[in-house]
């Protein structure tokens, strides 16, 4: 996914459990004690009769708020334990990383041998590995793009089998065929069209690679040969069907925004300044410019787990496309996004998915997208959610800004 790609609080202060028959006796001690002492004092007899009904009526009021507030403080009211425990109040936890503040998170990927073993990704060469399905993370430095003065934006990984692929910008592709273990680095061509944004690990040896210009290369051999699979970049199509009807394509001349591929091999990208998008499937010598087709500019789309489109546009908006495959109509689907613009949409299944956004935006569907519920994992997280990620249908990410890493809990 190109680089355009929520916070539980952290109880980790227990609670002593206090036994509520200890605090009852406690308080009447106090009563008997206030009242032998006002007996042996010289006191206005209505005056100390006031004291004595008020000093019971507050101690028995205090008594009763503690008894009542025993479920949700944790006191002990029969039980062995004596720690609090509070229940989860969402279906995500963050998970802190031992990274620099201001780095965006921009892809994730795990060994499909190894559900356990991962990879992270972000902005300033950051390169993170877990060995306990994401729990903790780990920092990694790569001897080859650590030995110039280039601080690389590492924007897409992908595993297949125990060979995995990253690429970056500036132009950077690196290889590994023992699970991550050793990374080793493909030189690249100077004269290669656009930066790279996307890479898709597909066999043996084999890998597609694509860039923010539209350019799609396919490699068979451990990335030292690469064919394009386009006749040309998306600005030369473009300039090339000036009358082709789409509005704002002519003399086009920007970037890929944002490219997603379905598990079919069939690419979606939205152009730069989000007024058409384009679509390539497998044997097209060219991308397929498209008019969209509601008023406001198209943020990102991507596929659903059906094989349809999901459409996400400037200032929150959600769209699911009519039916299957590629196509130009949307209808809108209402979704609580306060506001905020919707940034990405994951699915767990065909039924459930999760859309991420700014703000901390968080909102999930379980009957295919018909209606959106908002989850408040990361109403207190201060970061745009960029990315949402399901690895299978028991473990999920979302990634954002300044090192924000949700981990699904299910």
């Not at 559900?115 to 729990?135: A, I, M, N, V, Y």
């Not at 699979?229 to 925004?257: C, M």
Request: hydrophobic share 35%; charged share 20%; aromatic share 10%.
């Amino acid at each position: 996914m190109a680089a355009t790609a929520k916070m539980l609080i952290d109880c980790s202060n227990t609670i002593t459990a206090i036994n509520p028959s200890s605090l009852l006796n406690s308080l009447f001690n106090h009563r008997r004690q206030f009242q032998q002492t006002s007996s042996s004092r010289t006191l206005n007899p209505i005056r100390a009769s006031a004291l004595n009904r008020r000093d019971f009526i507050t101690d028995t009021a205090t008594a009763a708020a503690a008894l009542s507030l025993a479920p949700l403080i944790g006191l002990d009211t029969g039980s062995s334990s004596s720690v609090a425990k509070a229940d989860s109040i969402s279906e995500w936890e963050r998970v802190f990383l031992p990274i620099d503040p201001g780095v965006v998170l921009l892809d994730i990927a795990f060994v499909p041998d190894d559900p356990s073993h991962g990879f992270l990704l972000g902005t300033r060469q950051t390169l993170l590995e877990t060995k306990d399905g994401g729990d903790t993370w780990v920092s990694r430095s790569i001897s080859s793009a650590e030995d110039e003065d280039f601080n690389y934006r590492f924007n897409a990984i992908s595993f297949k089998g125990k060979e995995g692929w990253i690429v970056g910008k500036p132009a950077i592709l690196l290889h590994t065929s023992d699970s991550g273990d050793s990374w080793e680095r493909i030189p690249l061509s100077a004269e290669l069209p656009g930066d790279m944004v996307y890479i898709k690990a597909t066999g043996e040896k084999s890998a597609e690679m694509v860039t923010d210009e539209g350019a799609i290369y396919v490699t068979s051999n451990r990335g030292y040969n690469w064919r394009a699979a386009v006749q040309e970049t998306v600005s030369a199509t473009l300039n090339r069907t000036v009358s082709s009807g789409i509005s704002g394509a002519s003399y086009y001349t920007g970037t890929f925004n944002t490219v997603n591929r379905s598990p079919e091999g069939n690419y979606v990208a939205v152009s730069s300044r989000g007024n058409f998008y384009l679509t390539w499937e497998p044997g097209q010598p060219y991308w397929q410019p498209h008019n969209r087709s509601v008023a406001r500019r198209i943020q990102n789309m991507g596929w659903r787990a059906d094989g349809g489109l999901w459409l996400l546009v400037r200032g929150g908006g959600l769209y699911l496309s009519k039916g299957t495959g590629i196509t130009e109509e949307f209808e809108e689907i209402p979704v609580q996004s306060r506001g905020f613009g919707i940034l990405d949409v994951g699915y767990k299944s065909v039924d459930e998915a999760w859309a991420a956004g700014g703000s901390g935006v968080l909102l999930k569907t379980t009957n295919s997208g018909k209606s959106w519920s908002r989850d408040k994992a990361a109403d207190n997280i201060a970061a745009n959610l960029y990315s949402v990620k399901f690895i299978n249908d028991r473990q999920g990410f979302v990634l954002g800004n300044d090192g924000v890493l949700l981990k699904y809990l299910g």
